[in-house]
C-alpha cells in the first residue's frame, strides 16, 4: 500500500528554521515528482515547492523563494524540505503528495497519494 508520511513539524519563531520530511512507504520515490503543500485555515491548499524524480528539476512558490530548499535522498525513500526565515505567514499544515508524471510542476491537482500532514506554526 502506497503511504506518505510527514514529520519535523512544530512551533518556532519568526526567522527561525524547521526540516520536513516526507518518507514513503509501500513504493519507491525514485520516478516520481515529491510535492510539497501547505494549507492555512480558510485558506486553499497551495503548491509550495516539487522535485523531479531525479532531482534535477524543482519548483518555488515565490513566496518561499530563497528561503525554503527542497531536496531528495531516494537511498532513504524521503523527501525534504528545508525551511529556513520562517515567517508568521508560513504557518499552515505541510503536506507531501506524490505524481507520476514526469517534471517539478506544482499544481495540487496533479498528484495523487497525500500523506496526513505535519503542523507548521511561526510564532513568537
Known amino acids: 500500500q502506497l503511504q506518505l ?3 519535523g513539524g ?3 519563531q519568526p526567522g527561525g528554521s524547521l526540516r520536513l ?3 514513503a512507504s509501500g513504493f519507491t520515490l525514485d520516478y516520481y515528482t515529491i510535492g510539497w503543500f501547505r494549507q492555512a485555515p480558510g485558506k486553499e491548499r497551495e503548491g509550495v515547492s516539487c522535485i523531479s524524480g531525479s532531482g534535477g528539476s524543482t519548483n518555488y ?3 518561499v523563494k530563497g528561503r525554503f530548499t527542497i531536496s531528495r535522498d531516494n537511498a532513504k525513500n ?3 524540505l528545508q525551511m529556513n526565515s520562517l515567517k508568521p505567514e508560513d ?3 505541510y503536506y507531501c503528495a506524490e505524481r507520476e508524471r514526469p517534471g517539478s510542476t506544482c499544481s495540487p491537482a496533479e498528484f495523487g497519494s497525500w500523506g496526513q500532514g505535519t503542523q507548521v506554526t511561526v510564532s513568537s
Do not use: I, K, Q, R
Request: hydrophobic content about 40%; aromatic content about 6%; glycine content about 6%.
Open 91 to 93: 504557518t499552515a499544515v
Open 21 to 23: 520530511s516526507c518518507t
Open 5 to 7: 508520511v510527514e514529520s
Open 78 to 80: 524521503t523527501v525534504y
Open 61 to 63: 512558490a515565490d513566496s
Open 10 to 12: 512544530g512551533l518556532v
